[in-house]
């Protein structure tokens, strides 16, 4: 979750191919106040493990490392609770329309004036926004998605990227109250085959510890 472009949240950060089923036909998903999409707090953690695939080939996939995020320490910036991850290098707060983030400018210093919204929540069905780091769109694809990961079964809302290049996908699922749950990206497409070869690189969630 703490890490930079183009693992951003490796929250994200994630044992075989795991298949997603939309559980509801809801389009707006139901949250009460104090429901958040990342729960902040000091000591939190999550652990994921990350793998890659390729689309041609079932028996392709490669562990490829573990990775744990944690929130060490909280500020304050403008009366304001701030958050800072292991890599220390955004700071996150839940608002009322959303997880938002500052990304630390050097030396320690997160300008608030630069926080931008980084998850909407809570969230419709195509809902969209920009990361101001990149170009291109955020969109909420769906928000009843089920999955089974080594870390449990949730129910997830569905972030995708809206690439503005082709041969580009990624889809990070967040449960509410728990954090991100899974990531899965388009690590690169190999042209040499026809059709060409796309490799995958995901994200799941192992195990996490959380309390607000």
Request: proline fraction near 5%.
């Amino acid at each position: 979750m703490f890490k930079k472009k183009p693992y951003l949240l490796c929250f994200c950060l994630i044992l075989g191919y795991i298949s997603l089923t939309n559980c509801g036909d809801s389009s707006t998903n139901n949250t009460n106040d104090s429901s958040v999409i990342i729960p902040l707090a000091v000591g939190n953690s999550w652990q994921y493990a990350t793998y890659r695939f390729r689309s041609s080939n079932s028996d392709s996939i490669y562990n490829i490392d573990t990775v744990v995020n944690n929130i060490i320490r909280e500020i304050i910036l403008n009366n304001e609770k701030w958050f800072i991850g292991g890599h220390e290098e955004f700071a996150l707060t839940n608002r009322k329309d959303g997880l938002w983030m500052i990304e630390e400018i050097g030396d320690g210093v997160f300008p608030v004036e630069s926080a931008s919204l980084f998850f909407k929540y809570p969230t419709t069905v195509g809902d969209e926004w920009h990361w101001p780091s990149i170009k291109d769109t955020i969109r909420t694809a769906g928000i009843n998605e089920l999955i089974v990961v080594p870390g449990g079964t949730f129910k997830c809302i569905d972030y995708q990227v809206k690439y503005s290049t082709p041969n580009n996908y990624r889809s990070l699922l967040f449960a509410p109250n728990v954090g991100q749950i899974y990531d899965r990206l388009i690590a690169y497409v190999s042209t040499e085959k026809i059709p060409p070869d796309t490799v995958w690189r995901v994200f799941e969630l192992i195990d996490y510890s959380v309390h607000n």
